[in-house]
Structure formats: C-alpha cells, structure tokens
C-alpha cells in the first residue's frame, strides 16, 4: 500500500494524440480496476476511438469538449464521465486551459479502435 502525490508518478505521451500525457496510478498488481491520470495541455486533443471496456471518468480541473457516441459535452472540474463499452469518443482541450481527469477501467484486456 501507499499514499504519494499523483504528480509524482511517471508520465508517458499517448500516441495518436496531440500534447497529452497519462501516468499510470494504481499499482501492477491489482487485480481488480486501474485509475490512470490524463493530462490534454491547452489545446491538446485525442482523437475519435472506441475501447472494448467501459472507462469512468472524474475532472480534476480544466475544460475540454468530450464526445461521447453522437453527445457533446462542455466537461469541467468535478464532472464525471461514464463512457460504454464499444462507444467512440475524443476530447479537446479547447476553451483556453488544460484539462486533467481520472479514468477508471476495469483490468480486462482492451483493444482501442481508431476512427
């Protein structure tokens, strides 16, 4: 077990996207979800995909556009997201400031799907 700022962990670019990062926060080990932080910086993008596992999503700060299937959003600090199975998506980092959230996924294998 451990308590450590999640700005402490070790970050990676994502492929595919445009100025984004993800650090990886729940330990190898866990059997049962992962959480990992993703940060857009200001007008920073990913683009439209589809997973074969469901994502949660909670906004620590910024804004972007998210959209999910054929919704649009304005996301901000302390929405939460849920995302299906199988659904597309992309955000834009696109209102002036970055934007930073939590994404919980469940261990089971995943096979992104460009658009």
């Known amino acids: 077990m451990y308590c450590k700022s999640s700005d402490n962990f070790e970050k990676s670019c994502i492929p595919k996207t445009v100025n984004a990062q993800i650090a990886v926060l729940t330990p190898k080990e866990d059997k049962d979800f992962i959480v990992r932080k993703v940060l857009l910086a200001k007008e920073g993008s990913m683009p439209n995909h589809t997973n074969e596992i469901q994502h949660q999503q909670y906004v620590l700060k910024g804004e972007a556009k998210v959209i999910v299937g054929n919704d649009e959003f304005h996301a901000k600090a302390g929405d939460f997201i849920y995302i ?3 659904v597309n998506h992309r ?3 696109c209102y002036g ?3 930073e959230f939590l994404c919980m996924i469940p261990t089971k294998e995943d096979k992104i799907q460009m658009i």
């Open 91 to 93: 955000y834009e980092a």
């Open 97 to 99: 400031s970055e934007y």
């Open 84 to 86: 299906p199975a199988g």
